[in-house]
């Protein structure tokens, strides 16, 4: 007896006296319907039933965060992301900082620096795997202008900016 292997209605596979069989090279994550019929040499038998099945995603394995460990408050920075496997089929992550009175982040991974202090970004991948940067947040750098001098003596000056 020859079997006819149905893949989402469409023959295949076929084999020849066994009752099992093995696909291959199906995509992860995906959904796929099954069903078999048999074939006596004159007629084909009508289908089997539908198996329906999905196929089981890949996972993030590892996460790498690459971001300046210092900023200046009121600058933003974002994160860059590596995860393996780079065919994970879940791509998702998700950022938060210690402390959000120092710096915010967005879902895009943007560090907002709001004032100095030094806080721990986390990401996390939809696997749960997750990696950490520490970020040190500075004043913002300012520009002296209108340096002036006065009180000048023998052994001092005072010197008064804006």
């Not at 292997?5 to 469409?10: G, H, L, P, V």
């Not at 006596?40 to 089981?56: F, W």
């Not at 996460?63 to 860059?80: F, H, N, P, R, S």
């Not at 402390?99 to 806080?119: C, F, N, Q």
Request: no cysteine; hydrophobic share 40%; glycine share 4%.
């Amino acid at each position: 007896m020859i079997y006819y292997i149905y893949q989402n209605n469409e023959k295949v596979k076929e084999v020849e006296n066994a009752k099992t069989v093995t696909i291959t090279g199906l995509a992860p994550n995906t959904k796929y319907t099954f069903a078999v019929s048999a074939w006596n040499g004159i007629r084909e038998s009508a289908k089997s039933n539908v198996v329906t099945i999905t196929t089981a995603a890949i996972p993030v394995t590892a996460i790498t965060l690459t971001i300046d460990k210092t900023m200046e408050v009121g600058q933003t920075v974002k994160a860059a992301i590596t995860l393996t496997p780079t065919n994970a089929t879940d791509k998702t992550v998700t950022y938060k900082t210690s402390d959000t009175l120092i710096a915010t982040v967005g879902t895009d991974g943007s560090v907002k620096a709001i004032k100095p202090g030094t806080v721990t970004l986390t990401a996390t991948a939809s696997s749960g795997k997750t990696a950490t940067a520490s970020i040190t947040i500075y004043e913002a750098l300012v520009t002296v202008t209108n340096l002036a001098s006065s009180a000048v003596t023998s052994s001092g000056v005072t010197l008064t900016w804006s």
